[in-house]
């Protein structure tokens, strides 16, 4: 991989293009282009040829297709699902998490978060002024420790950029989305 480059790289353009809301995930060599329909939200199925990417509010919630199936879901009082711009600096949250592909279930993901600071990102031509969220992760039982950040849109809540550690056998997940309103789907 280090002399070939990338396996494939989805065009700017082609994201662009797409008819609804999408999220690119780049993780390791590879990029895939999910599409839903225009105005998603909440709990969104993104589905590709082989595989499905599961997002709650901008967090991956599960993951099949792959070679390590991922199903993390958010609990009822999850900052997730209260919204990211409502979580407290030090807060905490205790999932659950499945990898049934390895016959490991109910793992402990003990999440705590941080308020970052208001950072300037440019996404698809675009610059515009995000809160960044923090959150460091904790799964004692398979003493595995990442830092998870979210760029939150502070006018609709709404998570644009994030980069997601969704297991511990995958690269970092950079996953970007767009949210197209009704209007702009047909465009």
Not at 93 to 102: C, G, H, I, K, N
Not at 113 to 126: A, H, K
Not at 137 to 146: C, G, H, Q, V
Request: with cysteine.
């Amino acid at each position: 991989m280090a002399w070939k480059g990338k396996v494939n790289e989805i065009p700017e353009g082609q994201v662009l293009q797409a008819p609804g809301d999408s999220l690119l995930i780049r993780a390791g060599a590879a990029e895939a282009l999910f599409v839903a329909p225009a105005g998603s939200r909440g709990c969104i199925s993104w589905w590709g040829i082989a595989e499905q990417v599961e997002t709650c509010h901008g967090r991956i919630s599960q993951i099949v297709g792959l070679e390590t199936d991922v199903a993390q879901p958010l609990t009822t009082d999850d900052p997730f699902k209260t919204g990211l711009l409502n979580v407290t600096e030090g807060q905490q949250v205790t999932r659950f998490v499945d990898y049934p592909l390895s016959y490991q279930t109910g793992i402990e993901q003990i999440a705590t978060y941080f308020i970052g600071p208001q950072e300037s990102l440019t996404l698809f031509g675009q610059t515009a002024q995000y809160q960044r969220i923090d959150e460091r992760i904790w799964m004692p039982e398979l003493d595995y420790s990442a830092l998870n950040q979210y760029w939150v849109d502070p006018n609709t809540g709404l998570v644009r950029r994030s980069l997601q550690h969704p297991s511990p056998d995958f690269p970092v997940f950079e996953v970007i989305s767009t949210h197209k309103s009704s209007k702009d789907a047909g465009q």
